[in-house]
């Protein structure tokens, strides 16, 4: 069972910046691959970014490309999202997950953090 825990959420106002962290309940990630999902009000889940700790390659959502970067410290221990430029729309519920995969063109994953609120007021 992996348990992935999020922090770093919070209230900012548009234009600011603010930097998630997502850690696993053990002492390193078992998974290569930990990303980042989010759900606003109304809305379903999507998908934000993905890393592979083995090779640090990225992936993107359109939304978030050039605000938004996903990184891995080299013992894996930690996760991070640092989001630039945020704008209101980026308001919702951020979940860190594990064992990301795109699947005939839809990201999905198989571990869920509990997930940390994000609200960016105008």
């Known amino acids: 069972q992996v348990q992935l825990v999020e922090s770093g959420g919070g209230l900012v106002q548009a234009g600011d910046s603010l930097r998630l962290s997502c850690a696993p309940s053990?002492?390193?990630?078992?998974?290569?691959?930990v990303g980042w999902f989010r759900q606003a009000p109304g809305k379903e889940r999507e998908f934000v970014a993905r890393?592979?700790?083995?090779?640090?390659?990225?992936d993107y959502s359109d939304s978030v490309k050039g605000r938004f970067t996903i990184s891995g410290d080299n013992a894996k221990t930690t996760v991070y999202l640092q989001m630039n430029s945020l704008k209101p729309e980026d308001t919702a519920v951020y979940y860190c997950?594990?064992?990301?995969?795109?699947?005939?063109?839809?990201?999905?994953?198989?571990?869920w953090g509990q997930g940390t609120q994000v609200t960016v007021s105008s």
């Open positions: 997950v594990a064992d990301v995969v795109a699947r005939y063109g839809v990201w999905v994953a198989n571990y």
């Open positions: 053990g002492r390193t990630f078992s998974r290569n691959t």
């Open positions: 890393i592979m700790l083995s090779g640090r390659i990225t």
